[in-house]
Nanobody, 119 residues
Framework: VQLQASGGGLVQAGGSLRLSCAASGNIFSINIMRWYRQGPGNQRDLVASVTRGGSPNYADSMKGRFTISRDNAKNTVYLQMNSLKPDDTAVYYC??????????????WGQGTLVTVSS
């Protein structure tokens, strides 16, 4: 079982990126999926989360610029990031509560994808 994140890269301020994270392996179902980020010298902070039903929640500083979504058929969560700022530079990690057996949830992390926003 693993989470594979992709989509990071170098973008100019004001630009956009779309991150993806796909869960693979013997998974019964996926509960909440999340994106975190960790900038240089900073702690890892929650960016956004989305329930299995598609209800999103965002950190206050991301509201209006970032959109989290998921495709349950593909076991994939997305993060659309618009109006990017240099302060958004960070390694972005996906995280999910995976149900590997009925009723048993385990928390998994992806490997991270680097987003660099130049001024």
């Amino acid at each position: 079982v693993q989470l594979q994140a992709s989509g990071g890269g170098l973008v100019q301020a004001g630009g956009s990126l779309r991150l993806s994270c796909a869960a693979s392996g013997n998974i019964f179902s996926i509960n909440i999926m999340r994106w975190y980020r960790q900038g240089p010298g900073n702690q890892r902070d929650l960016v956004a989360s989305v329930t299995r039903g598609g209800s999103p929640n965002y950190a206050d500083s991301m509201k209006g610029r970032f959109t989290i979504s998921r495709d349950n058929a593909k076991n994939t969560v997305y993060l659309q990031m618009n109006s990017l700022k240099p302060d958004d530079t960070a390694v972005y990690y996906c995280n999910a509560d995976l149900e590997l057996r009925a009723g048993i949830l385990e928390n998994y992390w992806g490997q991270g994808t680097l987003v660099t926003v130049s001024s």
